[in-house]
C-alpha cells in the first residue's frame, strides 16, 4: 500500500526566502505525482504534474523534481510571497486505477 | 485543464436526513471518478471509485450503505450522504481524469450535519 509522507508539516518564512517542501512515496512503481495548493476551507488548485518519465517541472516561480529511485519529490518555491501561504498537499495515484494517495500537507506561511 | 464542477459548495442540515452532493466532468467524459473526504487539518482520505454503469468500489471502512455512490453518466456521479449525523461533517471533494493520467479536482462541499 502506497504510503505519502510530507516534511515538514509547517513552515514559516520570510517574505522573499526560497524554500523546499518534501513528499516522499513508499512505492516507486508511480506513473505521476502531482502537487496542489489548498487554502482554508477551499478545494484543490493543481500546480504541477510530473510523469515518471520526467525530472522536474517548472511553473512560474515554481519546481518540482522527481526521483522515482529514492521515493522522494520536492517542490521548490523562489522569492516566496505572502500570497504563497497555503497548505501544500502531493499526491501519487494508484497504479492500477488513478485514484490517488495524498500526504499529510506543508502547511506555509510567508510572513511580509 | 479540465474542469470538474460540485453542487453545492456548501450544504447544512438537520441530523437524519439525507444530502446529495453532485460531481460534474464539464469538458471531458470521464468513466471513473473519485470521492475523497477531509476533515478539518487533515488531509484528503479516498472513500470510495465511482464507475459508470456500475457499483462503486469503497475503501475499507467506508460503510457503502451510508455513503451511496450513483454514476449514471460519462460526465455526472452523485454522493448521497444518508441519515447524515454531526460525524459525518466534512469536506466532500471529487475528481475525475484520465487513468495514468493528472486527476481534476471538483472545488469540494462543505458538509455541516446539525
Known amino acids: 500500500k502506497q504510503e505519502v509522507t510530507q516534511i515538514p508539516a509547517a513552515l514559516s518564512v520570510p517574505e522573499g526566502e526560497n524554500l523546499v517542501l518534501n513528499c516522499s512515496f513508499t512505492?516507486?512503481?508511480?506513473?505521476?505525482l502531482q502537487w496542489f495548493r489548498q487554502d482554508p476551507g477551499k478545494g484543490l488548485t493543481s500546480l504541477l504534474l510530473i510523469q515518471s518519465s520526467q525530472r522536474e517541472q517548472t511553473s512560474g516561480r515554481l519546481n518540482a523534481s522527481l526521483d522515482k529511485s529514492s521515493g522522494r519529490s520536492t517542490l521548490y518555491i523562489a522569492a516566496s510571497q505572502p500570497g504563497d501561504s497555503a497548505t501544500y498537499l502531493c499526491a501519487v495515484p494508484d497504479t492500477n486505477a488513478g485514484k490517488s494517495t495524498f500526504g499529510d500537507g506543508t502547511t506555509l506561511t510567508v510572513k511580509p | 485543464g479540465a474542469v470538474v464542477s460540485q453542487h453545492p459548495s456548501w450544504v447544512i442540515c438537520k441530523s437524519g436526513t439525507s444530502v446529495k452532493i453532485e460531481c460534474r466532468s464539464l469538458?471531458?467524459?470521464?468513466?471513473?471518478m473519485f470521492w475523497y473526504r477531509q476533515f478539518p487539518k487533515q488531509s484528503l482520505m479516498l472513500m470510495a471509485t465511482?464507475?459508470?454503469?456500475?457499483?462503486?468500489?469503497?475503501e475499507q471502512g467506508v460503510e457503502k450503505d451510508k455513503f451511496l455512490i450513483n454514476h449514471a453518466s460519462l460526465t455526472l456521479s452523485t454522493l448521497t450522504v444518508t441519515s447524515a449525523h454531526p460525524e459525518d461533517s466534512s469536506f466532500y471533494i471529487c475528481?475525475?481524469?484520465?487513468?495514468?493520467?493528472?486527476?481534476?479536482f471538483g472545488p469540494g462541499t462543505r458538509l455541516t450535519v446539525l
Open positions: 465511482s464507475n459508470e454503469g456500475s457499483k462503486a468500489t469503497y
Open positions: 469538458d471531458f467524459q470521464a468513466t471513473t
Open positions: 475528481s475525475a481524469g484520465v487513468p495514468y493520467g493528472e486527476q481534476f
Open positions: 512505492d516507486s512503481a508511480i506513473y505521476n
